[in-house]
């Protein structure tokens, strides 16, 4: 029997061994490997910016910087703290290859828009629930259109990666990687390929999904979340 117990004792030491191993964290970033899952501490952003004067722009994307350092933190439902570069590589542990951006719209009428190419993700929002747990929610649960109040078509999130940027447009060849300058992680539409993920929409969806964060879904602003990455 002590046999038994020993040998038990063992492998639960080992399990949680490699439990250990298969998470790794970097600040802001855990990267599950056993479950092909990246893991961003984020918070809920705010709807209404000061210097904006209260003005509510439509939701372009999912997780950003925060403003000042967000170039779109004004289009956001979450704010990050960590550099999308971070996550990029993140998911590269993960086993995911990037693809590659879009942006805008058809150079011509008639012509395809762009549209972003990479592995398929799964992203959601974890929040604390009533009971003290966790659930997650999907982008179509928690985004909404505001004059219908119809929820938001269910999206396909792709690892496209970002393109390289020159910041000083006087040092062209000083590149970088370009959703570290803009700080969005994950957009809706190609209205920037400075990003990490973007969705299967193209800009010609974008003319008509101006959506926003459907009332009582998430926490209170501020209030800290997860960021669920999971490849599939």
Known sequence: MRTVLVTIFGLAIVSMLNHAIAQEKKQGITVD??????????????????????EVYPIE???????????????????????PSDVHKALEEIGLKPGKPAKGAAMKEGDPHPKGEGPEVNVFIEITDEMGGTKRLTLDKVLVDPKTQKPAPKMTFLFTGSVLT????????????????????????????????????????????????????????????????QAK
């Open 61 to 83: 994307l999912i997780a950003c910087w925060a403003h000042p350092k967000g170039k779109k933190a004004h289009e956001t439902v979450l704010t990050i703290d960590v550099n």
């Open 166 to 229: 020159a910041p000083d447009p006087t040092r062209p060849d000083d590149k970088k990687y370009g959703a570290d300058v803009t700080g969005s992680l994950i957009c809706l539409f190609p209205v920037t390929d400075e990003v990490v993920l973007q969705t299967t929409w193209t800009m010609a969806e974008e003319k008509f999904l101006k959506l926003d964060v459907k009332p009582g879904v998430l926490p209170k602003e501020g209030t800290p979340v997860k960021l669920i990455l």
């Open 33 to 54: 490997t056993a479950k092909k899952s990246v893991i961003i501490d984020a918070k809920v952003a705010p709807r209404k910016l000061e210097h904006l004067k209260g």
